[in-house]
């Protein structure tokens, strides 16, 4: 059975921390891991990664993969209390678009 | 483009009644599918699709039966609702041929049955 696993489950930090959410998976047939960002609504998508491409950035948010370790990290530098939210790992292994959700991790950031 | 439509945005139901979740999508995506959240579960798989005529199950399947007719609609029905299904529903969509795999979501329907 094809499992992710997230850590930690939810945290708190003060604006202007650096967080690192961690994300491990145990799968079949990995294809790819995505990062999505919730916030009291539908998920967002934030970051994809695979083998041909382990490192993402975009603004304060960047993401990498480690295919050896079979985990992925997303850092957000800088945190603002916009940046609370859920965040959910998610793993795709089949040749379609099914994918594996981790139980998320609930970050609060405090002014 | 609407993206991901679903309805209602909240429903309440009694113990035993039964109903469908409504979900639509306009970007001509093959793969369709439905998730329950419930508070520090993150996102179950219930049933998905992979185009018209043609459904699986995922997860947490027991009490729910989908059906897709059409690219566009994949329709959840709950046939006799019990408190256990009391959570928030998403639909989401993609399209296999996408380079991201990335899913849409739709905005959820919160579900509370007494």
């Known amino acids: 059975e094809d499992k992710v696993v997230q850590s930690p489950l939810s945290l708190v930090v003060h604006e202007g921390d650096t967080v690192t959410l961690n994300c491990s998976y145990e799968v079949t047939n990995f294809r790819s891991l995505l990062w999505y960002k919730q916030e009291k609504k539908a998920p967002t998508f934030l970051f994809m990664l695979t083998s041909s491409g382990i490192e993402k950035k975009s603004g304060r948010l960047s993401s990498i993969l480690d295919k050896k370790e079979l985990s992925s990290i997303l850092n957000i530098t800088a945190t603002q209390t916009g940046d609370s939210a859920i965040y959910l790992c998610a793993v795709n292994t089949g040749a379609n678009s099914k994918l594996t959700f981790g139980k998320g991790i609930t970050l609060s950031v405090r002014p | 483009n609407a993206g991901v439509t679903q309805t209602p945005k909240f429903q309440v139901l009694k113990t035993g009644q039964s109903m469908t979740l409504q979900c639509a999508q306009d970007?001509?995506?093959?793969?369709m599918s439905w998730y329950r959240q419930d508070p520090g579960m993150g996102l179950r798989l219930i049933h998905y699709s992979v185009g018209a005529g043609i459904t699986d199950q995922g997860e947490v399947p027991n009490g729910y039966n989908v059906s897709r007719s059409t690219t566009e609609d994949f329709p959840l029905r709950l046939l006799s609702a019990a408190p256990s299904q009391t959570s928030v529903y998403f639909c989401a969509s993609s399209s296999p041929g996408s380079t991201t795999y990335e899913q849409y979501f739709g905005p959820g329907t919160r579900l509370t049955v007494t």
């Open positions: 970007m001509n995506h093959e793969y």
